[in-house]
């Protein structure tokens, strides 16, 4: 059974910084582009970062500059790491695997963690 399990969430003033973490399956994680998501109350779930196999990393506009998005290859993890974090960031944040097999997308999601920034 596939599992993303995320943890580092928390409640950190603005300014502050979080890291976030996700353990991934080792089935999947190897061949999976790896991302973080977020969704704020009455808000729709958008991207934040992701990861490709690669390493090659993309970020959401708001974040660029103060988001970094990596994966241990080894240990099948992803991080975020949250620097100068504002009170807007606040969010559940969740991770995510998205992977191609045999021709069929396939998407995985962990439970989310929850991130306030207070003002």
């Known amino acids: 059974q596939v599992q993303l399990v995320e943890s580092g969430g928390g409640l950190v003033q603005a300014g502050g910084s979080l890291r976030l973490s996700c353990a991934a399956s080792?089935?999947?994680?190897?061949?999976?582009?790896m991302a973080w998501y977020r969704q704020a109350p009455g808000k729709q779930r958008d991207l934040v970062a992701q990861?490709?196999?690669?390493?090659?990393?993309l970020y959401a506009e708001l974040v660029k500059g103060r988001f970094t998005i990596s994966r241990d290859n080894a240990k099948n993890t992803v991080n975020l790491q949250m620097n100068s974090l504002k009170a807007e960031d606040t969010a559940v944040y969740y991770c995510?695997?998205?992977?191609?097999?045999?021709?069929?997308?396939?998407?995985?999601w962990g439970q989310g963690t929850q991130v306030t920034v207070s003002s």
């Open positions: 990861i490709t196999t690669g390493g090659v990393p």
């Open positions: 995510n695997a998205n992977r191609w097999r045999l021709g069929v997308q396939y998407d995985y």
């Open positions: 080792e089935s999947i994680f190897s061949t999976s582009v």
